[in-house]
């Protein structure tokens, strides 16, 4: 198991120390089993509408959690691509869990599943993502 928190010189907005926008969200891991995860609660300034998570934030976090299964890996790259299933809405009054696993690699291409649940184990949302590492050879 491992933890990555926020650091300092970082100002990714999901996990940057550094962004005074930001989230500075710690992510857990299991890097052999490709797995990262994390759980906080929503700011209300990522509202769409009503109480509930605007889409665009959905898919950052989706995102985010999906690049941190590499992160925890010690692998560093980008999203090629990104699809999402918005299933239930995301409310903003309570805790949210995020989710990720690695599917499989194909040298450089790395396919992600994420998922964002409620306290009560429901998936909200979910992605399947290509991630594109850079320091990889394998
Ligand atoms: C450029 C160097 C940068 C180095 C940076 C290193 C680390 C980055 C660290 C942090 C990144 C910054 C901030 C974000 C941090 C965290 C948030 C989460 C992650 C993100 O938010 S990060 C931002 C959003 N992200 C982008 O800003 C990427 C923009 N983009 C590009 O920079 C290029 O797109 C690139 C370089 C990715 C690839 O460019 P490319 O020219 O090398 O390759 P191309 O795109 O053509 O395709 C590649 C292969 O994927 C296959 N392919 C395509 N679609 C497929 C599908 N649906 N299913 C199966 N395969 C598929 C093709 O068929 C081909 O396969 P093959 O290689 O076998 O031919």
Same mark, same amino acid.
């Given at each position: 198991?491992?933890?990555?928190?926020?650091?300092?010189?970082?100002?990714?907005?999901?996990?940057?120390?550094?962004?005074?926008?930001?989230?500075?969200?710690?992510?857990?891991?299991?890097?052999?089993?490709?797995?990262?995860?994390?759980?906080?609660?929503?700011?209300?300034?990522?509202?769409?509408? /009503?109480?509930?998570?605007?889409? @665009?934030?959905?898919? &950052?976090?989706?995102? %985010?959690?999906?690049?941190? $299964?590499?992160?925890?890996?010690?692998?560093?790259?980008?999203?090629?691509?990104?699809?999402?299933?918005?299933?239930?809405?995301?409310?903003?009054?309570?805790?949210?869990?995020?989710?990720?696993?690695?599917?499989?690699?194909?040298?450089?291409?790395?396919?992600?599943? /994420?998922?964002?649940?409620?306290? @009560?184990?429901?998936? &909200?949302?979910?992605? %399947?993502?290509?991630?594109? $590492?850079?320091?990889?050879?394998?």
């Amino acid at each position: 198991m491992k933890t990555l928190a926020p650091k300092t010189g970082n100002s990714c907005f999901g996990c940057g120390a550094d962004n005074p926008l930001g989230l500075k969200l710690t992510f857990h891991g299991d890097p052999e089993k490709g797995t990262a995860w994390t759980e906080f609660l929503p700011p209300h300034f990522l509202a769409g509408g /009503a109480n509930m998570m605007h889409g @665009g934030f959905i898919a &950052l976090l989706l995102d %985010e959690v999906s690049s941190k $299964v590499l992160s925890m890996q010690g692998k560093r790259g980008v999203t090629r691509n990104l699809e999402i299933s918005y299933q239930k809405p995301v409310n903003l009054s309570g805790p949210v869990r995020l989710e990720g696993s690695l599917i499989r690699h194909e040298g450089r291409k790395h396919f992600i599943k /994420a998922r964002i649940l409620n306290p @009560g184990g429901d998936v &909200l949302a979910e992605s %399947e993502a290509l991630f594109l $590492v850079f320091n990889t050879s394998s």
